[in-house]
Structures are given as structure tokens and as C-alpha cells.
């Protein structure tokens, strides 16, 4: 058994188990949901949960299920803070000139994590992608991007090479079906990517374009300008 093994708080890592189930979960869900998911004995999840309703980072509903908690909001306030702050306006921008869903990704261990996302405010219907949205950082755009940002690697998947040729990623129903994206590294902080239905008359090269000027836009916000 290594010393970091040794070292972790099982109580606490099951309690974050907890947490991150019912947060990733698109419905409300019982305590038995939980404990199945997480094999762990009723009584056992049962208490965590308990525990993390006090400290509001999840809530209990009238039928007694459970739902991500309003202070996840107040903690989520510090991820990447300067990050987040430079991308907003440019987010909102970006969204509003090419009618699409415009989000901002960091890495997070192996997987492409969204913590930023504006929806355009003049279409009644539009693609939504929420903050706390994850997936592999080895597949579509916004991973894709992310992996362009670094320095090349072995055994790296071919898009992961042209992307950092041409500056931007493209995919089509890699993470979600009938979804198109493109994405941009911005300096080695994130990506920014937009996301639309797959088959709309949508010109990449363009669409590329202004996320390149707006992946320059924050880069220049957060100081770290060529």
C-alpha cells in the first residue's frame, strides 16, 4: 500500500463520492440510489448525506431526495476567478455575434471541464451547456483544444496535432449526439468553444476566426499577451 493510499480520509473521500454523485446526477436521488452507486452500506451514505445537507452543499427535497445545494454556487465563485472574470464579457460577445452557446473549459485530471457558459439572448431556441458539464479531455473540441494548448505528445490522436497546427478543433456528435463544436486554447489557461446543432449552414473557418480573436481578447484581459 503506497503512502498516499495511507494517507486519504476515507470517510471524507466517500462523503465527496456522495457530493459529486448527487451534484452529476439530472434528477433528484435517494439515499439508496446513492448507496447502490457508491456500494456502500444505507446507513453508512445516510450520514454523509445528512452531513452535507447541513453544510448546504446539497439539499433535501419535500419527498425526501437530494439535489446539488445552493453553496456549491458560493464555492464554484473561486474556480479559476481571474480566468472566469476575463471570459465573461468576452463569452457574451461571442455568443451574441455568432448566435450560439459560447462556453469556457479548463482540464481537470483526465477530463474537459465547462465552469463558464452564456446562451445567446436573442434566439428562443438555443443549445444549452451548463457549468459543472464534463467530459474525456480526449474527445470533442473542447478537449481537443485543451490538449493543442500543450506540448505535443506521444500517441496523441491526429486531431489533437492539427488542431495545434491551424489554432482550433473541430468535432461533430463526439460528446453529444447531433452536437457540433469548435473550440481554442486560450494561452495555457483553458479553451473557449461554441456549440450548435449539427447540420446548420455554419462556416468553421469563420466561426474559428472569432474565436481565435476572442481566445486573444481574454489572453490580453488576463495579462499574458505575446
Known amino acids: 500500500m503506497s503512502n498516499d493510499t495511507v494517507a486519504l480520509s476515507q470517510t471524507l473521500d466517500r462523503g465527496l463520492a456522495c457530493l459529486d454523485f448527487v451534484a452529476a446526477a439530472d434528477r433528484p436521488v435517494s439515499v439508496d440510489d446513492v448507496a447502490s452507486a457508491l456500494d456502500l452500506h444505507r446507513s453508512i451514505v445516510y450520514r454523509l448525506l445528512r452531513t452535507l445537507e447541513r453544510r448546504r452543499l446539497i439539499e433535501r427535497e419535500a419527498e425526501g431526495d437530494y439535489i446539488a445545494g445552493p453553496y456549491l454556487a458560493v464555492l464554484s465563485r473561486s474556480v ?9 464579457p468576452v463569452l457574451a460577445n461571442l455568443a451574441e455575434e455568432l448566435q450560439m452557446t459560447a462556453f469556457l473549459v479548463v482540464a481537470d485530471g483526465e477530463d474537459a471541464l465547462t465552469i463558464e457558459s452564456v446562451e445567446p439572448t436573442s434566439l428562443n431556441a438555443h443549445v444549452a451547456y451548463r457549468p459543472g458539464t464534463r467530459h474525456p479531455i480526449d474527445r470533442g473540441a473542447p478537449g481537443l483544444a485543451l490538449l493543442a494548448g500543450r506540448l505535443p505528445a506521444s500517441e496523441e490522436r491526429a486531431a489533437v496535432t492539427r488542431a495545434r497546427r491551424v489554432g482550433w478543433a473541430q468535432t461533430e456528435a463526439e460528446v453529444i449526439a447531433g452536437m457540433a463544436s469548435i473550440a481554442v486554447p486560450v494561452a495555457d489557461q483553458g479553451a473557449i468553444a461554441v456549440l450548435w446543432l449539427a447540420g446548420n449552414a455554419v462556416d468553421p473557418a469563420d466561426v474559428a ?7 486573444a481578447e481574454i489572453t490580453r484581459r488576463l495579462g499574458l499577451a505575446q
Do not use: D, G, K, V
Not at 479559476?80 to 465573461?88: E, G, T, V, W, Y
Not at 476566426?209 to 481566445?215: D, E, K, P, V, Y
Open 209 to 215: 476566426n472569432h474565436l481565435i480573436a476572442a481566445a
Open 80 to 88: 479559476r476567478r481571474s480566468l472566469r472574470a476575463a471570459a465573461a
